[in-house]
């Protein structure tokens, strides 16, 4: 334990985010990090599984739900990533890629955007996944998961990588140096808390700071998007908006507007 939060740090475990529930919903824990070197049975979002080799790190906070919207823990875990980033990254001169940007895309991905000579090209650091638990003893609870490509060994042929729609891409592989996995778990756990205390007991101050704070982190807004829906089909438009619960709003090239509450988001022309 430290404090009252159970902290556990292990090399392997089949998903942080599965110890973390188990542990609340037992009541061992009113608040729970997990994170590990290793994942066997990674989840990722919509169903997916989350490939979690030696070299990523893997981590899930489980946290009573306050006063504030549940819905507003993913965004910002995002922008918690962000803070994590630029805190430990260093100087951009001394990076092996001084080009690369690090944002976030609807709903949850962690991106690196690395300027070339024609075009800029965008890969994934990391993802997000958040779940909600509503029958945990002594109330309900919201978890995050956090999974980064830390020092990740990344070896992707240049044709597979300019197929993918999104590769991805380490810290190590931008910074050029390693990062230790206990201090980047530390770090995150007092971003995330710190970006929670700033949204008020009852998230009262969510929608002046942390709305306004993701909707700058977030390059979707602007770009040309084309969103594949869960239930299959697809809109293509530009992201104009962000709802209230963080629906993206896509117009349409007839000028009709969808609201789109999940989805797989692929920026068509990244904007700048
Ligand atoms: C995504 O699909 O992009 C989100 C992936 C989130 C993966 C993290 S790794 C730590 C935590 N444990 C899991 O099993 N999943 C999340």
């Known amino acids: 334990m430290r404090g009252d939060i159970l902290w556990l740090a292990l090399e392997e475990t089949t998903s942080t985010n599965a110890i973390v529930r188990e542990e609340v919903m037992a009541g ?63 100087p951009a001169q001394a990076w092996a890629q001084p080009a690369a940007e690090v944002g976030l895309k609807w709903p949850n991905d962690i991106i690196v955007r690395v300027r070339g000579a024609e075009r800029s090209q965008e890969r994934k650091l ?33 044709e597979d990588t ?40 009852s998230g009262e101050h969510a929608s002046a700071t942390l709305r306004e704070a993701w909707a700058a982190a977030c390059w979707t807004l602007g770009s040309e998007v084309r969103v594949l829906r869960p239930d299959g089909g697809q809109i293509e438009g530009c992201a104009v908006d962000l709802a ?23 920026h068509l022309r990244p904007t700048s």
């Open 28 to 90: 061992r824990a009113k608040e729970a990090v997990c994170w590990a070197k290793r994942q066997t049975q990674g989840r990722g979002r919509l169903g997916r599984i989350w490939q979690s080799p030696e070299g990523g790190l893997y981590f899930s906070w489980a946290v009573p739900v306050g006063g504030w919207p549940p819905v507003w823990l993913q965004p910002l875990a995002g922008l918690a990533v962000l803070d994590v980033w630029r805190e430990h990254s260093g």
């Open 126 to 158: 990391g993802g997000i996944l958040s779940e909600y638990l509503t029958q945990s003893i002594g109330g309900p609870h919201a978890i995050v998961g956090i999974g980064l490509n830390l020092n990740t060994e990344i070896h992707l042929p240049e």
């Open 162 to 201: 300019a197929k993918r729609a999104l590769p991805p891409i380490s810290w190590k592989q931008i910074t050029g140096k390693d990062h230790s996995p206990e201090e980047i778990a530390q770090a995150l756990y007092e971003a995330l808390r710190r970006r929670l205390d700033a949204m008020g007991a």
């Open 244 to 266: 209230e619960d963080l629906s993206l709003v896509i117009e349409d090239t007839h000028g009709q507007r969808h609201t789109l509450t999940a989805g797989d988001c692929l």
